[in-house]
């Protein structure tokens, strides 16, 4: 039983280590335009131009009323949802993917491309501003994770195995992120 279970646990660690290859883009800081002091300069889609918002914080249950368990695990405790699961990996519509705890705008469709890995992935945010990143160690592995700058929701992770121009791979979690269509 002592080897299944450890048999087990490495079949997971291989698996979720494949799923989050390639190599972590280096130096990446907070965003330009993020605050500690609660506002944040945001680029909006509707607005066509920046804004400043009030950064979002909120109890673990305030944020557990609002999203539902599998958008609370991944945002809120970094976890990751299955590849080719989420309902918008494979979305080929026009639009805006917006934060889906607080609706800040992420990316565009215009940037979104078909990476192979399952999940969402873009080679460009919307704005620089409008996520920050972080150092991510888990799992055996150096990445860089990838958050919101309004309310830290944990969104994905990039790597640099991406398309040009910026060679960048923006993997994120559907369950993360709300599909607004656009005309």
């Known amino acids: ?18 799923c989050n290859s390639g190599t972590p883009v280096t130096g990446s800081t907070a965003a330009p335009g993020a605050s500690s002091k609660g506002k944040a300069k945001l680029y909006s889609a509707t607005a066509k131009g920046y804004i400043m918002s009030d950064k979002v914080v909120k109890t673990p249950e305030e944020w557990r009323a609002q999203l539902t368990a599998e958008q609370y695990h991944v945002t809120r405790e970094q976890g990751t949802e299955r590849a080719f699961t989420g309902v918008t990996w494979n979305n080929k519509e026009h639009g805006v993917y917006q934060c889906i705890c607080c609706g800040n ?51 994905g992770h990039v790597f640099d195995d991406g398309p040009k121009p910026t060679g960048l791979r923006y993997c994120m979690n559907s369950a993360a992120m709300k599909f607004v269509k656009t005309p």
Request: proline share 4%; with cysteine.
């Open 105 to 155: 705008d992420l990316y565009s469709s215009e940037h979104k491309y078909e990476s192979g890995t399952g999940w969402p992935s873009f080679w460009q945010p919307i704005a620089p501003e409008n996520i920050a990143t972080r150092a991510d160690n888990s799992f055996f592995s150096k990445r860089t994770e990838v958050i919101c700058s309004r309310c830290d929701a944990h969104l």
């Open 1 to 18: 039983m002592r080897i299944l279970a450890s048999l087990i646990f490495l079949i997971l660690i291989a698996t979720v280590i494949a």
